[in-house]
């Protein structure tokens, strides 16, 4: 909740509020960002003769959508955004993360990989997850 000093300069009327969904909200719309990358990169292999590429790269850009109006929710502190949106999209990202890292499918192991896939949704999480930490005040 914001209040105005005698000043007219905005001031948090509770302290105790965190950044928690701050930091997450970036995040998120980090992980957005480059599903929308991903999904862009694969609709001109559509365009190429391979359809299942174009339906792909629409799924892709649509999970983009829905996670860059999640981040929206849990930046406004909707409880519906954090407690089912975000955290299911996120669990969900690590269990598919996990399975690309141990299945032998051929998927990209790198350090880029394991930034995206890995410690990004890992640290959405714990942003989101749990009580409130005093080093995020």
């Known amino acids: 909740m914001m ?10 009327a509770d302290s105790n509020q965190t950044s928690r969904p701050e930091g997450a909200f970036v ?4 992980q957005s960002i480059f599903w929308v990358v991903a999904g862009l990169s694969a609709l001109p292999f559509g365009l190429g003769g391979e359809l299942h590429m174009a339906a792909l790269g629409l799924v892709t850009l649509m999970f983009a959508l829905v996670t860059c109006l999640v981040a929206i929710g849990v930046l406004w502190r909707r409880r519906w955004a954090r407690r089912v949106a975000a955290l299911t999209l996120e669990v969900i990202c690590v269990i598919g993360s996990a399975l690309q890292l141990l299945l032998p499918i ?3 192991r ?9 410690a990004l949704p890992v640290a959405v999480l714990w942003l989101l997850w749990g009580k409130t ?5």
């Open 106 to 108: 051929g998927a990209n």
């Open 27 to 30: 995040l998120l719309l980090l």
């Open 133 to 137: 930490r005093a080093f995020f005040n």
């Open 3 to 12: 209040a105005t000093n005698d000043a007219g300069l905005a001031q948090l």
């Open 110 to 118: 790198g350090p880029v990989a394991l930034l995206v896939d890995v």
